[in-house]
């Protein structure tokens, strides 16, 4: 497995376009599902201003990638566990009489010989029809997501989204975008990392280069699921990310750290970012937004470490459903702030379905101040 990028940064596929181009409601509702390799999620909303408003969710663990690595193929039980949850999100649709939708299937369904078969299955058996997306599709919706945590002083930004089944990282240069623009350049990339569009008073956010890793949470997880000793296996998984890294490099000068922002989106990073706080119960205002320093991270996952797994199942913030992944994506997180220059990371507690969801409504023209 090699990570992926296209033959110059900008060379994207067409942006994101509504099946139904007549004039939509305002008040209508759109839908975003997103099948990854381990979760099933999806967000029903309504346009709210430059925003929206979620009406309706759904998340679940499905572990549709689980065995892909050894054996390039979906399980039949994952396929049926996947299925019954996206049952689920089509009552949920029916229920709330959505027609404006995009529902997509990621890396677990990009590498399976056999994902054909399965979106036949989901389609014949809940009447959906999944939409496989390229990774630099997903890197671009990921960023889109995350543009209103982006700081007005950030002139050099990476947003990594560490997903079930691959990684993806974006590196946006906004050093000639005036500072109360730089948020709103941001959005406006869900047309393509090349600027489109009319012309602007000012020079748009540049996308310097971006990588797709093939490496997730599940995946890594799975590639070095015969070692036996947690601390080993855990410092085995964070050294063979970083190598995976090594064609990953935007600016071939160091960077400063002044003015260098990284953000990431990822159930790894909010689940770090819980056990931070403390909290007992996950509460997204708290966690969506906050900036964790280095030391702050490795403390805690030190402290997953020294949980061991049993400990780190019965953990709340954690569970029985993560306990087996949160290790690799610390892994990830930790190679990761080890690469680059700065010593804190912002959380996003959003990811694709959000940029799903604004790129829908602003081709429908249906936001405000959108353009």
């Known amino acids: 497995m090699t990570p992926r990028r296209p033959d110059s940064a900008g060379a994207l596929p067409k942006p994101v376009e509504s099946a139904d181009r007549a004039s939509p409601d305002p008040n209508e509702l759109y839908a975003a599902l997103d099948l990854g390799t381990n979760s099933c999620r999806m967000l029903i909303a309504r346009p709210n201003g430059a925003q929206f408003t979620v009406v309706d969710s759904f998340s679940k663990s499905v572990q549709l990638g689980e065995g892909l690595e050894s054996t390039g193929n979906l399980s039949r039980a994952a396929m049926n566990r996947t299925v019954q949850a996206l049952k689920v999100c089509q009552q949920k649709l029916q229920r ?24 036949q299955q989901v389609r014949r058996e809940t009447g959906l029809v999944l939409d496989i997306i390229p990774p630099e599709e997903e890197a671009r919706l990921a960023v889109v997501s995350c543009a209103p945590l982006v700081s007005a002083r950030t002139q050099q930004l990476l947003v990594v989204d560490i997903g079930g089944g691959s990684t993806e990282l974006v590196w946006i240069d906004l050093a000639q975008v005036p500072r109360r623009e730089r948020a709103k350049s941001i959005m406006r990339l869900h047309q393509g990392f090349k600027a489109r569009g009319p012309r602007l008073s000012h020079p748009p956010a540049k996308v ?55 953000v990431g989106t990822s159930g790894t990073v909010t689940t770090v970012a819980a056990s931070h706080l403390g909290l007992k119960r996950y509460d997204r205002t708290k966690v969506d937004g906050l900036r964790m320093s280095s030391d702050q991270i490795n403390k805690v996952i030190d402290g997953y470490l020294a949980l061991g797994p049993e400990g780190r199942r019965r953990d709340p913030r954690i569970g029985n459903d993560r306990q087996t992944l949160i290790m690799s994506g610390a892994a990830i997180l930790q190679a990761l702030l080890r690469c680059w220059p700065t010593d804190r990371l912002s959380v996003a507690d959003r990811g694709l379905r959000e940029g799903l969801l604004y790129a829908q409504m602003s081709a429908d023209g249906v936001l405000q101040d959108s353009e």
């Open 208 to 262: 310097v280069d971006w990588i797709s890793v093939p490496l997730g949470v599940a995946t890594l997880r799975e590639q070095f699921a015969d070692v036996e000793d947690d601390a080993a296996r855990f410092a085995l998984m964070s050294w063979f990310f970083e190598e995976n890294l090594a064609e990953f490099a935007p600016y071939a000068r160091e960077q400063k750290r002044q003015g260098f922002q990284i």
């Open 96 to 119: 709330h009489n959505v027609s404006r939708m995009r529902l997509v299937a990621t890396e677990a369904c990009r590498r399976a010989k056999n994902s054909r078969k399965f979106l």
